[in-house]
């Protein structure tokens, strides 16, 4: 199994950036599909981005389009999702995902994603 590692997150005033990263030792990413999701206390886990094996598909949720970007680095193994214009309602911890099953394309839906790491923080505010 791909143990994942989310890295990147940090506390950020609104309107400012963060790039989260999602890396893997011991093996690749390549062969996956990688989703972003985040979770607040009390609330289901949302699917934020995702990316396909080839990078060709990317596929964001709606209160993110425009202001986050997706992007895979073969070389370096990583996945990464950089967030512009944080608003405090981005405040979240944050997860990536594998999906070994689907060949092209990515889901935001968390079940089809079988392999998580452990999620890293993010928070929004002046």
């Known amino acids: 199994q791909v143990r994942l590692v989310e890295s990147g997150g940090g506390l950020v005033q609104p309107g400012g950036s963060l790039r989260l990263s999602c890396a893997t030792s011991g093996s690749t990413l390549d062969h996956y599909a990688i989703g972003w999701f985040r979770q607040v206390p009390g609330r289901a886990r949302e699917g934020v981005s995702c990316?396909?094996?080839?990078?060709?598909?990317?596929d964001y949720a709606d209160s993110v389009r425009g202001r986050f970007t997706i992007s895979r680095d073969y070389a370096e193994n990583t996945v990464y999702l950089q967030m512009d214009s944080l608003k405090p309602e981005d405040a979240a911890v944050y997860y990536c995902?594998?999906?070994?099953?689907?060949?092209?394309?990515?889901?935001?839906?968390?079940?089809?994603?079988?392999?998580w790491g452990f999620g890293t923080q993010v928070t929004v505010s002046s």
């Open positions: 995902a594998t999906d070994a099953r689907r060949p092209e394309g990515c889901s935001l839906y968390s079940n089809a994603y079988s392999n």
């Open positions: 990316i396909s094996r080839s990078s060709i598909s990317t």
